[in-house]
């Protein structure tokens, strides 16, 4: 777990889109609610339980991929929205589209996905609509809770990023007295700080943690079972 991210580079953000904007503001709302996580090792320790419920996401992907080339194109995003209840335009369909194809493949694949979801789930009422319940999302919210809440547990002063400093604050309460607490927390904030502008997004956090549970892999290991 907590693998070094490498492989394909993502591409780099843009500058502050209307996208990120609203994901910053949904945040500091949210983190007005707190957090009930109190350490990052009890985020770690949470890790196994969250990788099985990710990969419960898989049937949803197949159902969404309706070429079955193993990727989500825009139009069956659309498709999506539709299925799931979810009222957006075109252009925000778009740009979560956008936002989720960090690898610009043209098509969202597994791991785009979850944290597809999980914006989804940030963004939108958290209450699961029926046509929600019936695709088998009900049953994921509390992961995407835990996953909101983690990064508010990271966000110490609520401004909807993650700096640097506060990555090191997070791991010295776990490892305080630790030398090696300080060279952690800074190896943990290059893995999530993709366009190394020195801070770092939900979505960013997001395509970190799928790294750190191994769902990053699955593709790649799907294709050499094949």
């Excluded at 193993?70 to 979810?86: A, N, R, S, T, V």
């Excluded at 110490?156 to 090191?168: C, H, L, Q, T």
């Excluded at 700080?193 to 290991?221: C, M, P, Q, S, Y």
């Amino acid at each position: 777990m907590g693998g070094v991210i490498g492989g394909e580079s993502p591409r780099n953000s843009s500058p502050a889109s209307k996208l990120e904007r609203k994901m910053v503001e949904a945040m500091q709302q949210r983190a007005l609610k707190g957090t009930s996580v109190k350490s990052f090792n009890s985020v770690i320790m949470k890790f196994p339980k969250i990788d099985e419920s990710l990969r419960n996401c898989r049937t949803i992907f197949q159902q969404f991929d309706e070429d079955s080339n193993g990727e989500i194109d825009q139009q069956e995003l659309k498709h999506c929205f539709q299925k799931l209840g979810i009222e957006s335009t075109d252009d925000e369909i778009k740009d979560l589209f956008q936002a989720c194809d960090i690898y610009e493949h043209m098509g969202m694949k597994f791991n785009e996905f979850i944290v597809f979801l999980c914006l989804v789930y940030l963004l939108n009422d958290p209450a699961v609509s029926e046509a929600r319940k019936r695709m088998g999302l009900g049953c994921l919210e509390p992961t995407f809770e835990t996953l909101v809440e983690s990064f508010v547990f990271l966000d110490k002063n609520k401004d909807g990023y993650v700096s640097k400093n506060e990555m090191i604050q997070a791991i010295n309460e776990t490892t305080a007295g630790e030398r090696s607490s300080g060279r952690i927390g800074v190896k943990r904030f290059e893995e999530m700080d993709w366009d190394k502008n020195g801070t770092v997004t939900f979505k960013e956090f997001l395509f970190a943690f799928t790294r750190w549970v191994g769902i990053d892999n699955e593709d790649d290991d799907d294709d050499d079972d094949e």
